[in-house]
């Protein structure tokens, strides 16, 4: 609730509805928030803990599209928002405690509480631009500058996250993350 706080005030009713309608939820280390093939019924707001999203492609490679930690958002908005199945998966990297909002509460939601509507609006925005940022920063930058980007979005992350689960998110051998850790090491 008091993250809906810090955006918006709200009224007694609404904070009432959030207490109803946000389910919380601990998930075990490795256990899975989302398998692909099943349908993304929840939002999860990140209590305490850290998830990840991600895709495994034909040859078993791990592709991490996002972690999400204390405060952040995760859900595979595609399938929640049009009720098809998920091509991606969601787990917790560590033991991790969410609240979560199914689809038809949050529609519910945003009927008996016009405010979350645009609460919703603006955290599927600012995701939709973080998206943008790092497709185009894939696209367009070095293994290294992706890693300093990792390092000043990730920081809070950096020494919770296995070395194999950062490499995959910049889309580079752990290996050549080690190289890169101790280039930087060795300048500092």
């Given at each position: 609730?008091?993250?809906?706080?810090q955006?918006?005030?709200?009224?007694?009713?609404?904070?009432?509805?959030v207490?109803?309608?946000f389910?919380?939820?601990?998930?075990r280390?490795?256990?899975?928030?989302?398998q692909?093939g099943?349908v993304?019924?929840?939002?999860?707001?990140?209590?305490?803990?850290c998830?990840?999203?991600?895709?495994?492609?034909e040859k078993?490679?791990?592709?991490?599209l996002?972690?999400?930690?204390?405060?952040w958002?995760l859900?595979n908005?595609?399938?929640?928002?049009d009720?098809?199945?998920?091509?991606?998966?969601i787990?917790?990297?560590?033991?991790?405690v969410v609240?979560?909002?199914?689809?038809?509460?949050?529609?519910?939601?945003?009927?008996?509480?016009?405010?979350?509507?645009?609460?919703?609006r603006v955290l599927?925005?600012?995701?939709?631009?973080?998206?943008?940022?790092?497709?185009?920063?894939?696209?367009?930058?070095?293994?290294?500058?992706?890693?300093?980007?990792?390092?000043a979005?990730?920081?809070h992350?950096?020494n919770?996250?296995?070395?194999?689960?950062?490499?995959?998110f910049?889309?580079?051998?752990?290996e050549?993350l080690?190289?890169?850790?101790?280039?930087?090491?060795?300048?500092?």
């Amino acid at each position: 609730m008091d993250y809906f706080q810090q955006l918006i005030p709200l009224d007694s009713k609404e904070k009432q509805l959030v207490l109803e309608l946000f389910k919380p939820r601990l998930y075990r280390r490795r256990q899975f928030v989302l398998q692909e093939g099943d349908v993304c019924n929840q939002f999860n707001f990140i209590v305490r803990g850290c998830l990840r999203m991600y895709k495994i492609d034909e040859k078993g490679n791990t592709h991490i599209l996002q972690f999400a930690s204390e405060n952040w958002w995760l859900t595979n908005i595609g399938s929640f928002h049009d009720r098809t199945p998920s091509e991606l998966e969601i787990d917790a990297i560590e033991d991790t405690v969410v609240l979560q909002i199914n689809h038809e509460n949050l529609l519910s939601l945003y009927i008996n509480a016009p405010k979350f509507d645009r609460i919703f609006r603006v955290l599927i925005e600012k995701s939709f631009v973080s998206t943008q940022k790092r497709l185009l920063q894939t696209i367009s930058s070095t293994a290294e500058e992706r890693y300093n980007s990792f390092l000043a979005s990730y920081s809070h992350l950096n020494n919770r996250l296995p070395q194999t689960q950062i490499a995959s998110f910049l889309g580079i051998s752990p290996e050549f993350l080690s190289r890169l850790r101790n280039k930087q090491a060795k300048k500092a």
